[in-house]
């Protein structure tokens, strides 16, 4: 039975009420859903993970809902590994591949069903789908993944059922299903650092959706540019409104915490408070992307004067952050270290900074010494995808030691901050920050900038203000 919620304004149900809530219910099964377009992706995918892991269980499971406050909850975003290998979303599920005598594995998904109209659950339990919405039923779940899909519910017994299966389990995202199993922690991280490794290379399918995300990302962006005017009158909370709702109409949400960063603001690299003001003569710093309804993420910035026209010293600061991303950029390429995009812009950056005099040269005994860090806070890019910073969990020498490949796709982000308490650097260039970040497509003979669409030098960005500025 349904936990009772405490302060409930009904005492309980009456069996006449019981009864009458079971009956009168048409049938509402689909027999019209088609295979969705990324199972044949995902197969080969499960095929991949499969070859790793040859006579041992996996275990991938979806996650569950968190509470916000009281009997409210976060709104929900299965695990990034379970999305990739099953193309699904269902919360409280799993995928497990069951080993094979051959090698192989069987691949099955366990996922909560309908509810069934023969209890009271399905209109008074915790998912219950009255409350929050209908889910699909093991069969339509079936003919939508081209996955044997089983009755969650029955998972851990499952599992603790045959305790000599060797297993690995993703841990930290189902504790119920994690205590049903007896694993080890280094071996299960293994498998985590393999379903990061497996996302590094991207499919034609995922490229097709990042550009989806990207070009969502693009009107965004332009949604803002056409109504700075107004958040001048309101405040930085305009401009992550008017950025959310292009997010909501044509994708899932915003891929992350968007940074609607005014003023001083833009000096902080992670700002998300948004609750500043916009003022004339400042810099925004917006850090936004959409994700798709398929979950892949876009990861933009730009840098924009608030009333279309830098001043001559944001302008320097902007110019020379465009020098070195158009570096970084010019290192990425197959064939290529990973680590060639982050040196080529941290190296123009410490340039002008020594020119400047901010930091004492020459440039390369700076750079070797990190003092460009003291204003340039990040690395230069990571890798996108299904999350923001996609591939987190994958080994080093695949990852930042590893080599660029065709179908990667990753950030190049060089940004300058000059906090406004920093007095090694004249007053008028203090609460400056800049950040240009462009997502990058690696391609048989270079790359292919997927957020072209957006300007980036500053003639461009003060040509484009003018053009669609309200």
């Known amino acids: 039975m349904a936990k009772r919620?405490?302060?409930?304004?009904?005492?309980?149900?009456?069996?006449?009420?019981?009864?009458?809530?079971?009956?009168?219910?048409?049938?509402?099964?689909?027999?019209?859903?088609?295979?969705?377009?990324?199972?044949?992706?995902?197969?080969?995918?499960?095929?991949?993970l499969s070859a790793r892991f040859p006579g041992e269980r996996l275990v991938i499971p979806s996650g569950n809902l968190k509470v916000r406050s009281n009997d409210d909850t976060y709104p929900f975003r299965p695990y990034s590994g379970y999305v990739?290998?099953?193309?699904?979303?269902?919360r409280d599920g799993a995928l497990v591949l069951e080993p094979r005598a051959d090698g192989g594995h069987d691949a099955y998904c366990y996922q909560l069903p309908r509810d069934s109209r023969d209890s009271d659950e399905f209109w008074l339990g915790y998912t219950a789908e009255l409350w929050m919405g209908r889910r699909r039923s093991l069969a339509e779940s079936e003919r939508v993944l081209g996955l044997a899909c089983r009755d969650v519910r029955t998972a851990a017994a499952d599992l603790a059922a045959a305790p000599g299966v060797p297993?690995?389990?993703?841990?930290?995202?189902?504790?119920?299903?994690?205590?049903?199993?007896?694993?080890?922690?280094?071996?299960?991280?293994?498998?985590?650092?393999?379903?990061?490794?497996?996302?590094?290379?991207?499919?034609?399918?995922?490229?097709?959706?990042?550009?989806?995300?990207?070009?969502?990302?693009?009107r965004g962006f332009t949604d803002v540019v056409g109504e700075l005017s107004r958040a001048i009158a309101s405040s930085e909370r305009w401009i992550e409104g008017t950025f959310f709702r292009r997010a909501r109409l044509e994708g899932n949400s915003v891929g992350y915490g968007t940074i609607c960063a005014a003023g001083d603001h833009a000096t902080i690299m992670h700002w998300t408070s948004n609750d500043g003001p916009v003022r004339p003569g400042d810099l925004l710093l917006l850090d936004a992307g959409v994700?798709?309804?398929?979950l892949y993420t876009a990861d933009v910035t730009r840098t924009l004067?608030?009333?279309?026209?830098?001043?001559?010293?944001?302008?320097?600061?902007?110019?020379?952050?465009?020098?070195?991303?158009?570096?970084?950029?010019?290192?990425?390429?197959?064939g290529?270290?990973?680590?060639?995009?982050?040196?080529?812009?941290?190296?123009?950056?410490?340039?002008?900074?020594?020119?400047?005099?901010f930091i004492e040269g020459p440039a390369d005994r700076a750079y070797d010494l990190g003092l460009q860090r003291r204003f340039t806070m990040a690395g230069t890019g990571h890798m996108l995808g299904l999350d923001v910073h996609d591939c987190a969990h994958a080994r080093n020498e695949d990852?930042?030691?590893?080599?660029?490949?065709?179908g990667m796709v990753l950030t190049v982000e060089p940004g300058l901050y000059f906090q406004p308490d920093d007095l090694?650097?004249?007053?008028?260039?203090?609460?400056?920050?800049?950040?240009?970040?462009?997502?990058?497509?690696?391609?048989?003979?270079?790359?292919?900038?997927?957020?072209?669409?957006?300007?980036?030098?500053?003639?461009?960005?003060?040509?484009?203000?003018?053009?669609?500025?309200?």
């Open 84 to 90: 990739h290998m099953t193309g699904d979303q269902a």
């Open 291 to 294: 994700e798709t309804h398929t």
């Open 424 to 470: 090694t650097v004249p007053e008028s260039w203090r609460g400056i920050g800049v950040r240009i970040e462009d997502d990058l497509l690696v391609t048989d003979s270079g790359h292919e900038n997927l957020s072209a669409g957006l300007p980036r030098s500053a003639d461009e960005v003060e040509a484009w203000m003018a053009e669609f500025g309200g």
């Open 167 to 218: 297993t690995r389990i993703v841990r930290g995202v189902d504790a119920t299903l994690e205590a049903a199993v007896t694993t080890d922690e280094e071996r299960d991280d293994a498998l985590e650092e393999a379903l990061s490794e497996l996302r590094l290379v991207k499919d034609e399918w995922e490229v097709g959706e990042l550009r989806k995300a990207v070009d969502s990302t693009v």
């Open 336 to 357: 290529a270290h990973y680590r060639d995009f982050h040196e080529a812009a941290q190296r123009s950056l410490t340039a002008r900074l020594v020119d400047w005099g």
């Open 305 to 334: 004067p608030i009333d279309g026209t830098f001043t001559p010293v944001q302008r320097q600061v902007y110019d020379a952050v465009h020098e070195a991303q158009e570096a970084g950029m010019s290192a990425v390429k197959p």
């Open 399 to 406: 990852y930042v030691d590893g080599v660029l490949q065709p």
């Open 5 to 48: 919620r405490k302060n409930g304004l009904y005492a309980g149900v009456s069996d006449e009420l019981s009864a009458l809530m079971r009956t009168g219910w048409a049938d509402t099964e689909r027999h019209d859903l088609k295979l969705d377009e990324q199972a044949p992706y995902a197969a080969r995918r499960r095929a991949a």
